[in-house]
């Protein structure tokens, strides 16, 4: 542990009078009153039925809430879920709650986890988002069982998505990680994860926990953390994701969330994500989804003007983030007819790693130039929404896979903007 645990005097105590224990569950609530009782239960029912011997405990990390979820979490008791004959509790469940801080903070909440257990010498630790509306005990099984009796470090999830959910993450976080880590990780910023002591116990001390992309994105830092030498990386098919709706509705601070840790992690792993070519596959546990069908819920037009007068207004800051061929083209995309729109996929991906790259060299403050992303994703989220809107289930992956090989194939654009600094230019 270090010198200055973030670990209170309060929960130190409680953790202490725990002992050790075999798995520890972690949720970081911020009023999940609606969801947290349920998602409680539902992991309850998930340990007693697949890990009825082991010493459990789940801790609650809260921000702040004001509408008495860490009441709810207290009260959630082992007894109501002890509804069938063959679910049995040989050891006690503890539960732990504590408040952090008045405000939100991911970063913190995720490194009082790790760091708790550490000390409660956990061999498995699994992640469960509070507002999960449709999580299973199966869950439980599914992400602790390769860590706890396999030997694997990490499992990340896969969800079963509706074609168009998840556009950021099928744009732009899953095919620039596989490109630069050579994994083709399907949730860079996972809600439900499991990590293995192994995997934990460098993470006690890591300086994530100090920088931007710790405290606003702590599952990507996780994610690209586990991709590292000597770490055993496992992909487990969950199921619908369900409706999050504490989800970030803001579109700038979901890219902060995890754009932004994104391209923070690159100069964690500075110059060694550079030497890693191709791809290489990834254990995956469990039957695959195909996605679904579904109607596009956005406003096509709002999207595509969004896009335009994004590109009009922030002309001065584009400029000092990109080059002058590739504004060029942005500008006259957010200008053409709405029938010659186009954003092909070698654009976005160029444009996406000058913005990686300028952030890098800091050519103004990192926050405003994720900010000016925002705009620019908006005018591929619309290519992305109408090339797909009739693409079956084969055609829609076909073109996932299209645009991660054309992020693969731009690697030495990325690696020559990044290096440009270090030669002086």
């Known amino acids: 542990m270090p010198d200055e645990s973030i670990l209170s ?21 911020h009023n999940h ?8 239960q539902v992991v309850r029912e998930g340990l007693l039925k697949y890990f009825p011997r082991e010493r459990v405990a789940i801790l609650n990390a809260d921000g702040g809430s004001h509408d008495g979820s860490r009441d709810i979490v207290c009260a959630a008791s082992i007894d109501d879920v002890r509804h069938s004959a063959d679910i049995r509790a040989l050891r006690t469940l503890h539960t732990i709650t504590t408040q952090y801080a008045d405000t939100v903070s991911p970063g913190t909440a995720m490194h009082i986890l790790v760091e708790a257990a550490d000390l409660l010498r956990a061999k498995a630790c699994v992640v469960v988002a509070p507002e ?84 606003m994105g702590p599952e990507v830092c996780f994610t690209v953390e586990a991709l590292s030498d000597g770490f055993r990386l496992a992909q487990t098919y969950l199921g ?13 601070t979901a890219m902060r969330q995890s754009v932004g840790p994104l391209f923070g992690s690159m100069e964690d792993w500075n110059g060694t994500w550079a030497s890693i070519h191709g791809t290489q596959p990834v254990d995956t546990i469990g039957p695959a989804f195909d996605v679904t069908a579904a109607e596009a ?14 590109v009009a207004d922030l002309a001065p800051v584009l400029k000092s983030i990109l080059s002058p ?33 300028a952030y890098h060299k800091s050519v103004i403050s990192r926050d405003h130039i994720i900010q000016a992303l925002a705009p620019l994703y908006r005018g591929r989220a619309y290519q992305f929404l109408t090339e797909n809107s009739q693409a079956s289930s084969a055609v829609f992956e076909e073109h996932i896979e299209a645009l991660c090989g054309t992020f693969e194939r731009c690697k030495p654009y990325l690696i020559e903007l990044w290096t440009a600094q270090e030669r002086g230019l």
């Open 132 to 215: 999960s509306s449709e999580i299973v005990p199966e869950w439980i099984d599914r992400l602790l069982r390769p860590i706890y009796r396999d030997q694997m470090d990490f499992v990340a999830p896969i969800y079963r998505r509706h074609r168009f959910e998840g556009i950021l993450v099928t744009n732009l976080m899953y095919p620039m990680l596989r490109a630069l880590y050579g994994k083709p990780v399907r949730e860079p910023h996972p809600g439900e994860f499991a990590f293995s002591d192994r995997l934990g116990g460098r993470l006690v001390d890591h300086p994530m926990w100090t920088n931007d992309a710790g405290r």
């Open 33 to 40: 009153a609606a969801t947290v009782g349920q998602v409680i």
């Open 240 to 252: 619908p994701k369900g409706h999050i709706e504490q989800q970030p509705t803001d579109l700038v």
């Open 9 to 29: 005097d309060d929960l130190l105590r409680q953790l202490i009078s725990v002992g050790e224990v075999d798995i520890l569950v972690g949720l970081h609530t």
């Open 297 to 310: 819920d956005v406003d096509l037009e709002r999207l595509r003007q969004m896009f335009s007068s994004g």
């Open 325 to 357: 061929n590739i504004l060029e083209q942005l500008q006259r995309a957010a200008t053409i007819d709405e029938k010659q729109f186009s954003f092909p996929d070698e654009l976005w991906v160029k444009t996406v790693y000058e913005f990686a790259a």
